[in-house]
C-alpha cells in the first residue's frame, strides 16, 4: 500500500522557468512533510519542509505548497536551473509517536534543459 | 557531503551470508535511521535508533537486525541474504529522536549485491 504516491516518473522542463513537482498521500495521520533531492550515487539530500499547521513553506527559490483536504502537495522550483536536475522524493511523517520514521514517494526524475 | 559516513560501499556476497554494514552519523546527532532503496520498493524505512535505544521500527524483516553503541555509529546486521535483498541501503541520521524539523541527513549509502 502506497501511502505516498508521486505519479510523475519524470519531468522536463526549460532552464528558467518553474518546476512543479507534485505528491499525493493517502495516510490522514501525517503532519509533517519534506523534499529530498538525490543525484546518482550520493544520498538523498534534504530541501525543505513544512507542517500540517501550515500551507506554504518558503525557502530561496524552492517552495512547498499543503492542501490538506485534497491530500495534496506541490514543490515549486523557481527559476529552474541546470543543476537542479536530480530525482526529487516527497516523504512524510507522523510527528506524534515517539519516532521519525519517514515514508517516502517513489521519486519524479526532473530535468532541467538549456 | 552530508557528514554521515557509511561503509562499505559496495558489498557483494551470496545467498545464505551474514554481512554487516556500518554507519557513523553526523557529529552531535543522536538519531541513526536505516533506509532499504531496492528497485521496486522505492525507500522503505527499516528502524531508527536514539541514543542507543530503538525508537522506532519499519517493515524490517526478521532475518536483519541492527543497533547503534555508546559511540553512536550503528551497524545494520543482514543474515541470511536472498536475493531480492540486493539492494542500496542508506543510514541517515539526525540530532533528536523525533519532532518537527528534526530533518534527516542520509549517508551515500551501501550497495548491496546477492548472487
Known amino acids: 500500500d502506497q501511502q505516498v504516491k508521486q505519479n510523475s516518473p519524470s519531468l522536463s522542463v526549460q532552464e528558467g522557468r518553474i518546476s512543479i513537482l507534485n505528491c499525493d498521500y493517502t495516510n490522514s495521520m501525517f503532519d509533517y512533510f519534506l523534499w529530498y533531492k538525490k543525484y546518482p550515487a550520493e544520498g538523498p539530500t534534504f530541501l525543505i519542509s513544512?507542517?500540517?499547521?501550515?500551507d506554504k513553506n518558503e525557502d530561496g527559490r524552492f517552495t512547498v505548497f499543503l492542501n490538506k483536504s485534497a491530500k495534496h502537495l506541490s514543490l515549486h522550483i523557481v527559476p529552474s536551473q541546470p543543476g537542479d536536475s536530480a530525482v526529487y522524493f516527497c516523504?512524510?511523517?507522523?510527528?506524534?509517536?515517539?519516532?521519525?520514521?519517514?515514508?517516502f514517494g517513489t521519486g519524479t526524475q526532473l530535468k532541467v534543459e538549456l | 557531503d552530508s557528514g554521515v559516513t557509511q561503509t562499505p560501499k559496495h558489498l557483494i556476497t551470496a545467498t545464505g551470508q551474514r554481512v554487516t554494514l556500518r554507519c557513523s552519523p553526523r557529529s552531535g546527532d543522536l538519531s541513526v535511521y536505516w533506509y532499504q532503496q531496492s528497485l521496486d520498493q522505492g525507500l522503505q524505512f527499516l528502524i531508527q535508533?536514539?541514543?542507543?535505544?530503538?525508537?522506532a521500527k519499519g517493515n524490517i524483516l526478521e532475518r536483519f537486525s541492527a543497533q547503534q553503541f555508546p559511540d553512536l555509529h550503528s551497524e545494520l546486521n543482514l543474515s541470511s541474504l536472498e536475493l531480492g535483498d540486493s539492494a542500496l541501503y542508506f543510514c541517515a541520521s539526525s540530532v533528536a529522536g523525533g519532532g518537527i524539523y528534526n530533518e534527516q541527513f542520509f549517508g551515500p549509502g551501501t550497495r548491496l549485491t546477492v548472487l
Open positions: 535508533y536514539y541514543n542507543g535505544e530503538e525508537r
Open positions: 513544512i507542517s500540517s499547521i501550515k
Open positions: 516523504a512524510a511523517s507522523i510527528l506524534t509517536g515517539g519516532g521519525n520514521k519517514l515514508t
